[in-house]
């Protein structure tokens, strides 16, 4: 069975900035570029998902990647 805690998101700026995304087991977490970790509710995730998406912020790109296999929340 996939869960949310499978992927890993990014989103990235023109300029090559990264921010990954993260499911854990108590919720989500934001790593920013400079290794910054914020926690984010699911609705607070959205909100920076869906600009990019609706390409509303043409310099931001989203990418989902699947987490290796050992990385996951809940091993």
């Given at each position: 069975?996939?869960?949310?805690?499978?992927?890993v998101?990014?989103?990235?700026?023109?300029?090559?900035?990264?921010?990954?995304?993260?499911?854990?087991?108590?919720?989500?977490?934001?790593?920013?570029p400079?290794?910054?970790?914020?926690?984010?509710?699911?609705?607070?995730?959205?909100?920076?998902?869906?600009?990019?998406?609706?390409?509303?912020?043409?310099?931001?790109?989203?990418?989902?990647?699947?987490?290796?296999?050992?990385?996951?929340a809940?091993?």
């Amino acid at each position: 069975m996939v869960r949310n805690a499978d992927y890993v998101i990014y989103i990235t700026t023109k300029h090559g900035r990264t921010w990954s995304h993260l499911k854990e087991n108590d919720g989500w977490t934001r790593t920013g570029p400079n290794g910054r970790v914020h926690r984010l509710s699911a609705e607070q995730l959205l909100s920076h998902l869906l600009p990019p998406l609706a390409a509303d912020q043409p310099g931001l790109s989203v990418r989902v990647e699947r987490r290796p296999r050992g990385e996951d929340a809940d091993d």
